[in-house]
Protein backbone atom coordinates (compact mmCIF):
# COMPACT_ATOMS: atom_id res chain seq x y z
CA UNK A 1 0.00 0.00 0.00
CA UNK A 2 1.92 3.51 -1.21
CA UNK A 3 -0.81 5.73 0.33
CA UNK A 4 -0.71 7.64 3.56
CA UNK A 5 -0.72 5.44 6.98
CA UNK A 6 -1.06 6.43 10.30
CA UNK A 7 -0.69 4.74 13.03
CA UNK A 8 -2.37 4.23 15.84
CA UNK A 9 -5.98 4.05 14.51
CA UNK A 10 -7.74 4.10 17.73
CA UNK A 11 -6.34 4.93 21.19
CA UNK A 12 -7.50 5.54 24.48
CA UNK A 13 -5.71 7.66 26.81
CA UNK A 14 -6.52 8.90 30.34
CA UNK A 15 -6.91 12.51 31.23
CA UNK A 16 -3.62 13.87 31.71
CA UNK A 17 -1.29 11.22 30.03
CA UNK A 18 0.95 11.83 26.58
CA UNK A 19 0.28 10.84 23.08
CA UNK A 20 2.05 10.56 20.68
CA UNK A 21 0.90 9.24 16.68
CA UNK A 22 2.88 8.72 13.30
CA UNK A 23 1.95 9.67 10.09
CA UNK A 24 4.25 8.43 6.95
CA UNK A 25 3.21 10.17 4.13
CA UNK A 26 3.54 9.22 0.10
CA UNK A 27 6.92 8.62 -0.80
CA UNK A 28 7.31 11.23 -3.40
CA UNK A 29 5.16 13.88 -1.42
CA UNK A 30 7.02 16.84 0.22
CA UNK A 31 4.28 18.73 1.94
CA UNK A 32 2.50 17.01 5.29
CA UNK A 33 -0.28 18.49 7.10
CA UNK A 34 -2.29 17.34 10.62
CA UNK A 35 -5.91 18.47 10.93
CA UNK A 36 -8.52 17.36 13.32
CA UNK A 37 -11.80 16.62 12.69
CA UNK A 38 -15.14 16.24 15.32
CA UNK A 39 -17.99 14.97 14.35
CA UNK A 40 -20.42 16.81 12.36
CA UNK A 41 -17.28 18.87 11.58
CA UNK A 42 -14.81 19.53 8.72
CA UNK A 43 -11.03 18.91 9.08
CA UNK A 44 -9.67 21.90 10.94
CA UNK A 45 -6.00 22.68 9.89
CA UNK A 46 -3.60 22.31 12.75
CA UNK A 47 0.28 22.27 11.13
CA UNK A 48 1.95 22.23 8.04
CA UNK A 49 5.64 20.93 7.25
CA UNK A 50 7.56 21.51 3.91
CA UNK A 51 10.23 18.89 3.67
CA UNK A 52 11.47 18.96 7.22
CA UNK A 53 10.56 22.85 8.19
CA UNK A 54 7.26 23.10 9.65
CA UNK A 55 6.17 26.35 8.35
CA UNK A 56 2.73 27.13 9.93
CA UNK A 57 0.86 26.14 13.33
CA UNK A 58 -2.86 26.98 13.74
CA UNK A 59 -4.01 28.99 16.64
CA UNK A 60 -5.93 25.58 17.85
CA UNK A 61 -2.22 23.97 18.84
CA UNK A 62 -2.09 24.91 22.34
CA UNK A 63 1.30 24.55 24.12
CA UNK A 64 0.32 20.77 24.57
CA UNK A 65 1.04 20.03 20.86
CA UNK A 66 4.19 19.40 19.09
CA UNK A 67 4.57 17.97 15.87
CA UNK A 68 8.31 17.17 14.44
CA UNK A 69 9.24 15.75 10.66
CA UNK A 70 12.71 14.59 11.02
CA UNK A 71 14.52 14.74 8.05
CA UNK A 72 11.09 15.11 5.86
CA UNK A 73 9.74 12.01 5.85
CA UNK A 74 7.27 10.35 8.33
CA UNK A 75 5.88 12.87 11.00
CA UNK A 76 5.20 12.64 14.42
CA UNK A 77 2.29 14.94 16.23
CA UNK A 78 2.49 14.87 20.15
CA UNK A 79 0.12 15.58 22.69
CA UNK A 80 1.14 15.90 26.23
CA UNK A 81 -1.50 16.44 29.46
CA UNK A 82 -4.61 15.32 27.40
CA UNK A 83 -7.64 16.83 27.83
CA UNK A 84 -10.99 15.36 26.99
CA UNK A 85 -11.51 18.39 24.69
CA UNK A 86 -8.74 16.52 22.80
CA UNK A 87 -10.95 13.81 21.47
CA UNK A 88 -11.17 13.99 17.78
CA UNK A 89 -9.55 12.43 14.59
CA UNK A 90 -6.13 13.06 13.95
CA UNK A 91 -5.95 12.99 10.16
CA UNK A 92 -2.58 13.20 8.14
CA UNK A 93 -2.08 14.18 4.54
CA UNK A 94 0.33 14.58 2.56
CA UNK A 95 0.77 16.58 -1.18
CA UNK A 96 3.57 17.52 -3.66
CA UNK A 97 4.30 21.18 -4.05
CA UNK A 98 1.92 22.78 -6.02
CA UNK A 99 2.49 23.30 -10.17
CA UNK A 100 2.48 26.77 -10.86
CA UNK A 101 -1.02 28.43 -11.23
CA UNK A 102 -2.89 24.79 -9.86
CA UNK A 103 -3.43 23.50 -6.70
CA UNK A 104 -2.77 19.77 -5.63
CA UNK A 105 -4.72 17.64 -4.29
CA UNK A 106 -3.70 15.95 -0.31
CA UNK A 107 -3.58 12.31 0.12
CA UNK A 108 -5.23 11.57 3.54
CA UNK A 109 -4.09 8.59 6.49
CA UNK A 110 -7.16 7.01 7.93
CA UNK A 111 -6.62 8.72 10.69
CA UNK A 112 -6.25 8.34 14.13
CA UNK A 113 -9.49 7.95 16.66
CA UNK A 114 -8.36 9.52 20.23
CA UNK A 115 -10.48 9.34 23.11
CA UNK A 116 -9.64 10.87 26.44
CA UNK A 117 -11.02 9.08 29.27
CA UNK B 1 -18.06 35.25 7.42
CA UNK B 2 -16.56 31.57 7.55
CA UNK B 3 -13.78 31.20 4.75
CA UNK B 4 -15.55 28.01 3.51
CA UNK B 5 -19.17 27.76 4.20
CA UNK B 6 -21.63 24.81 3.09
CA UNK B 7 -25.39 23.85 3.99
CA UNK B 8 -24.71 20.67 6.22
CA UNK B 9 -27.84 18.73 5.16
CA UNK B 10 -28.95 16.24 5.42
CA UNK B 11 -29.93 16.25 1.89
CA UNK B 12 -32.65 13.15 1.64
CA UNK B 13 -32.95 11.98 -1.78
CA UNK B 14 -34.51 8.90 -3.73
CA UNK B 15 -32.16 6.58 -5.72
CA UNK B 16 -32.13 8.29 -9.37
CA UNK B 17 -32.64 11.86 -8.08
CA UNK B 18 -30.36 14.56 -9.04
CA UNK B 19 -29.18 16.68 -6.32
CA UNK B 20 -26.98 19.80 -5.89
CA UNK B 21 -25.23 20.99 -3.05
CA UNK B 22 -23.16 24.49 -3.39
CA UNK B 23 -20.28 25.99 -1.36
CA UNK B 24 -19.57 29.87 -0.91
CA UNK B 25 -15.90 31.00 0.00
CA UNK B 26 -14.20 34.52 1.06
CA UNK B 27 -11.33 34.09 -0.43
CA UNK B 28 -11.60 35.72 -3.69
CA UNK B 29 -7.62 34.59 -4.51
CA UNK B 30 -8.27 31.11 -4.28
CA UNK B 31 -7.42 30.02 -7.91
CA UNK B 32 -8.63 26.27 -7.64
CA UNK B 33 -10.89 24.31 -5.14
CA UNK B 34 -11.45 20.49 -4.93
CA UNK B 35 -14.36 18.18 -3.79
CA UNK B 36 -13.82 15.37 -1.17
CA UNK B 37 -16.18 12.51 -0.25
CA UNK B 38 -15.75 11.29 3.43
CA UNK B 39 -17.60 8.00 4.46
CA UNK B 40 -18.67 7.52 7.62
CA UNK B 41 -16.07 7.77 10.11
CA UNK B 42 -13.88 7.13 7.25
CA UNK B 43 -11.05 9.64 5.54
CA UNK B 44 -11.95 12.38 3.37
CA UNK B 45 -11.08 11.50 -0.24
CA UNK B 46 -10.64 13.05 -3.52
CA UNK B 47 -14.00 13.14 -5.47
CA UNK B 48 -13.26 16.32 -8.06
CA UNK B 49 -10.78 19.18 -8.61
CA UNK B 50 -12.16 22.10 -10.08
CA UNK B 51 -9.56 24.22 -11.74
CA UNK B 52 -11.45 26.94 -14.41
CA UNK B 53 -15.28 27.30 -14.38
CA UNK B 54 -16.51 23.51 -14.28
CA UNK B 55 -15.28 19.68 -14.32
CA UNK B 56 -17.50 16.67 -15.22
CA UNK B 57 -16.80 12.96 -14.66
CA UNK B 58 -20.06 10.66 -15.22
CA UNK B 59 -22.52 11.42 -12.92
CA UNK B 60 -20.82 14.18 -11.03
CA UNK B 61 -20.22 17.77 -12.32
CA UNK B 62 -18.51 20.80 -10.72
CA UNK B 63 -19.05 24.11 -11.27
CA UNK B 64 -17.21 27.49 -10.48
CA UNK B 65 -18.35 30.73 -10.25
CA UNK B 66 -15.40 33.30 -9.31
CA UNK B 67 -17.54 36.52 -9.41
CA UNK B 68 -20.25 35.02 -7.02
CA UNK B 69 -17.92 32.92 -5.01
CA UNK B 70 -19.17 29.54 -4.96
CA UNK B 71 -18.73 26.51 -5.97
CA UNK B 72 -21.28 23.55 -7.11
CA UNK B 73 -21.60 20.15 -7.09
CA UNK B 74 -23.93 18.25 -8.83
CA UNK B 75 -25.44 14.47 -8.76
CA UNK B 76 -26.86 12.87 -10.96
CA UNK B 77 -28.76 9.28 -10.78
CA UNK B 78 -28.04 9.46 -7.56
CA UNK B 79 -27.14 5.80 -6.13
CA UNK B 80 -27.28 4.56 -2.40
CA UNK B 81 -23.91 4.46 -2.86
CA UNK B 82 -23.91 8.02 -2.89
CA UNK B 83 -24.58 8.58 0.45
CA UNK B 84 -21.72 10.25 2.09
CA UNK B 85 -20.66 13.54 3.54
CA UNK B 86 -19.51 16.13 0.48
CA UNK B 87 -16.70 18.21 1.82
CA UNK B 88 -15.55 21.57 0.05
CA UNK B 89 -12.37 22.59 0.12
CA UNK B 90 -10.74 25.68 -0.75
CA UNK B 91 -6.84 25.98 -1.25
CA UNK B 92 -5.67 29.98 1.00
CA UNK B 93 -2.39 30.58 -0.59
CA UNK B 94 -0.51 31.81 1.97
CA UNK B 95 3.45 31.36 0.73
CA UNK B 96 2.03 27.30 1.17
CA UNK B 97 -1.33 25.46 0.27
CA UNK B 98 -3.19 25.63 2.98
CA UNK B 99 -6.33 23.47 2.73
CA UNK B 100 -9.69 25.23 4.25
CA UNK B 101 -12.85 22.66 4.67
CA UNK B 102 -16.08 23.53 5.03
CA UNK B 103 -18.25 21.87 7.47
CA UNK B 104 -19.39 19.43 4.61
CA UNK B 105 -22.83 18.48 3.33
CA UNK B 106 -24.29 15.28 4.33
CA UNK B 107 -26.49 12.88 1.64
CA UNK B 108 -28.55 10.26 2.24
CA UNK B 109 -30.03 8.59 -0.86
CA UNK B 110 -32.88 6.00 -0.10
CA UNK B 111 -34.28 3.12 -1.79
Known amino acids: DTGVSQDPRHKITKRGQNVTFRCDPI?????LYWYRQTLGQGPEFLTYFQNEAQLEKSRLLSDRFSAERPKGSFSTLEIQRTEQGDSAMYLC???????????????FGQGTRLTVV | RKEVEQDPGPFNVPEGATVAFNCTYS??????FFWYRQDCRKEPKLLMSVYSSGNEDGRFTAQLNRASQYISLLIRDSKLSDSATYLC????????????FGTGTRLLVSP
Open chain 2, 89 to 100: VVPRNTGFQKLV
Open chain 2, 27 to 32: NSASQS
Open chain 1, 93 to 107: ASSLRERVGMNTEAF
Open chain 1, 27 to 31: SEHNR
